[in-house]
C-alpha cells in the first residue's frame, strides 16, 4: 500500500542549531503539505506545495523555517537555528491533484529541542 | 473564519460503553468538506471519513458512525461497545478552499480517548 514516508522518525537537537526533516508523498501527488502538531494540539499548516510551487507559507515562520519541494516530488524542511519552541510533531501529507480534498498522512517527526 | 471546536478534551469509557465525540465547526463556504482523523500513540493520521456539506446522511461503517447536521454545524462521531484498541486522539477538520484552487485542513483541538479495560 502506498504511503507518504517521512524521516526522521525522532529528531533531538539543542538550541541554535540547524535541523532538517524529508519527506516523499505518495507516487503521483501533486500537492504536498508539511503540518506542526504541538503537544495537546491539532495540526497547523506551514507550507503547501503544488508540484513544486509553494502555494501558501503564511504561517511558516519565515526568520528560520525553510521548506523546498525542488523537483515536484520529496520536501525537505528546514529550521536553523532551532528554538526550544519548536519541539513539536512535523507531519507531511500529499493529496493526488489540485481540488482533491482527501489528503494522506505520514507517520511524522517528532522534534525534541533541548 | 473557518474554526473547528472540539470541546471535549479527554473522556474515558469502559470497554463496551458507547461514546460520543462532539465537534463543531464555523465556516464561510458554502460547500466544504468534513473529516475525522485518529491518532494512535505512533503518531500518524489515520482517516475516518469525509463528509460532503451537501449530504447530510449518517453514516455507519461497523461500530463507528457519524451525525452531521448543517443546522448545528455539528459533525458527531459515536463509537458503539467501544474496545481498548479505540484508544487515541480524534480529531475532526473542516477543509479550507485557498485562493490557488487548493485544499487545507483545519483541525480541532482533538479529543483523546481512553478506553478502560
Known amino acids: 500500500e502506498a504511503e507518504v514516508a517521512q524521516s526522521p522518525r525522532y529528531k533531538i537537537t539543542e538550541k541554535s542549531q540547524a535541523v532538517a526533516f524529508w519527506c516523499d508523498p505518495i507516487s503521483g501527488h501533486a500537492?504536498?503539505?508539511w503540518y506542526?502538531?504541538?503537544l495537546g494540539q491539532g495540526p497547523e499548516l506551514l507550507v503547501q506545495f503544488q508540484d513544486e510551487s509553494v502555494v501558501d507559507d503564511s504561517q511558516l515562520p519565515k526568520d528560520r523555517f525553510s521548506a523546498e519541494r525542488l523537483k515536484g516530488v520529496d520536501s525537505t524542511l528546514k529550521i536553523q537555528p532551532a528554538e526550544l519552541g519548536d519541539s513539536a510533531m512535523y507531519l507531511?501529507?500529499?493529496s493526488f491533484e489540485k481540488g482533491s480534498t482527501e489528503a494522506f498522512f505520514g507517520q511524522g517527526t517528532r522534534l525534541t529541542v533541548v | 473564519a473557518q474554526k473547528v471546536t472540539q470541546a471535549q478534551t479527554e473522556i474515558s469509557v469502559v470497554e463496551k460503553e458507547d461514546v460520543t465525540l462532539d465537534c463543531v465547526y464555523e465556516t464561510r463556504d458554502t460547500t466544504?468538506?468534513?473529516?475525522w482523523y485518529k491518532q494512535p500513540p505512533s503518531g500518524e493520521l489515520v482517516f475516518l471519513i469525509r463528509r460532503n456539506s451537501f449530504d447530510e446522511q449518517n453514516?455507519?461503517?461497523?461500530?463507528?458512525?457519524?451525525n452531521f447536521q448543517k443546522s448545528t454545524s455539528s459533525f458527531n462521531f459515536t463509537i458503539t461497545a467501544s474496545q481498548v484498541v479505540d484508544s487515541a486522539v480524534y480529531f475532526c477538520a473542516l477543509s479550507d478552499l485557498t485562493t490557488?484552487?487548493?485544499?487545507k485542513y483545519i483541525f480541532g483541538t482533538g479529543t483523546r480517548l481512553k478506553v478502560l479495560a
Open chain 1, 31 to 33: 500537492t504536498l503539505y
Open chain 1, 36 to 38: 506542526r502538531q504541538i
Open chain 1, 92 to 94: 507531511c501529507a500529499s
Open chain 2, 32 to 35: 466544504y468538506y468534513l473529516f
Open chain 2, 59 to 66: 453514516e455507519i461503517s461497523g461500530r463507528y458512525s457519524w
Open chain 2, 100 to 103: 490557488s484552487g487548493t485544499y
